[in-house]
């Protein structure tokens, strides 16, 4: 999966994930809460929420 998005951005317990395309998108999505629970255990780091974008689509 971490050749398929990349984290853009954290904050207030949100992770924001770009991701390459539409398929990926919609397979990451449906693992969104198994997701936000590995990164907070693996991180120690509070992860309330995942939000995905497709690649280009997210403006900084």
Request: proline share 2%; charged share 30%; hydrophobic share 40%.
């Amino acid at each position: 999966m971490a050749e398929r998005g990349q984290v853009i951005g954290f904050e207030n317990g949100v992770v924001r994930v770009e991701v390459e395309d539409g398929v990926w998108l919609r397979q990451l999505v449906s693992m969104r809460r198994q997701l936000a629970a590995e990164l907070s255990r693996i991180s120690g780091v509070p992860v309330s929420e995942i939000h995905f974008d497709k690649k280009g689509n997210y403006k900084r």
